[in-house]
Every structure is written in structure tokens, then in C-alpha cells.
């Protein structure tokens, strides 16, 4: 099974912690110049309507539409998470549509090419752009590290077979209180 970051709406607040935590830990200098409105740029969203707030991010799908929709193989599973090699990505959107959970996006970012041996420094390139559990950061991901709430949490098999086992009891207790009544 595939670790994904799960959220409890009900305690979501809405305060966009999880996004700035987000950018500081993919901008390799941690400089708070990524907070900047041009290049801000998290990997999840929080969306906030009139009855609930709470981020959205990538499931990290078993069979993931954005995967099976990509043209170029940039996106592929690595370990229990699916990753965007951004060297084959084409910019192409493909998977933002193909995504049920709306969490991909195409940005795009400062780029430097060269063509026929000459470097061009102010070009652009697009590229897809999703939660990838913050796969180079030791303590997991930052999103659920600072949550002042505790909204978000990693599942992994092992939390899944808690939450299921937790459902099971109650279930069974709660057949149990209606039969004993009838």
C-alpha cells in the first residue's frame, strides 16, 4: 500500500501552516525569499469554503490516473509513493486532468537551455507539480510536522489496518446496542 497524508477537516482551521511548511522544505536553502508571492509555489492546497477548510494533496494512488495518463513516463511509483522525474516531464497537463483529487498542477519555473552551444538564461520551463511526501526530508513530511492541530497524518499500511480494526469494534459494538434494544 502507498503512504499518503491523510486530513481530519473537522480540525482544520484553515491558517495555511502546512503550505508555507511545505515550500521551506523543497527550497534547498530554506530561504524565506520561496515565501515570496511569485515563487510560492506548495505541493498541497488548502481550500477553505464557507463550511470547511482543509488541504488537498496527492493520494499517491495503487493505479494513479496521473501515471497511466502520462506521455513522457515522467511520473513513476518509487517505493510506496509516486514521484515526477522532472527531466522527461513535457509541461503537458495530462495528469492535472486525469488527477480525481485536483492535486496536480503544471507551474512553471526559471530555466536556463542551451541551444547550439549557446545558454539561454531567461526561459521557462513547465513542470507537473504534487506532493511527493517530502521524500528527501529524514523527519517525513513538514505539512504534518507543524499542523497546530494535528489535522494531517501519514497513512501507511499499518495506520489503515488501526483505522479499520477502530471502525470494526464500534461497528460491532454498535449492532450490538441495537440488537440488545430491539
Known sequence: MNRF?????????GCRTCEVACVLAHEPTQNVEALSPTRFSPRL?????????TPVTCHHCEDAPCLNACPSGAIFYS???VQIDQSRCLGCKTCVVAC??????VISRPAQRNFAGVELT??????A???DLCKNRAQGPACVSVCPTDALHVMDAAAMEEVRRR???????DSGTIGAVG
Open 5 to 13: 497524508i491523510v486530513t481530519e477537516p473537522a480540525k482544520c482551521i
Open 45 to 53: 492546497h488548502v481550500v477553505r469554503t464557507l463550511q470547511v477548510s
Open 79 to 81: 517505493g510506496d509513493t
Open 100 to 105: 480525481p483529487f485536483g492535486a496536480m498542477e
Open 122 to 127: 531567461n526561459g521557462v520551463k513547465a513542470e
Open 129 to 131: 507539480h504534487k506532493c
Open 167 to 173: 471502525r470494526q469494534q464500534r461497528s460491532a459494538l
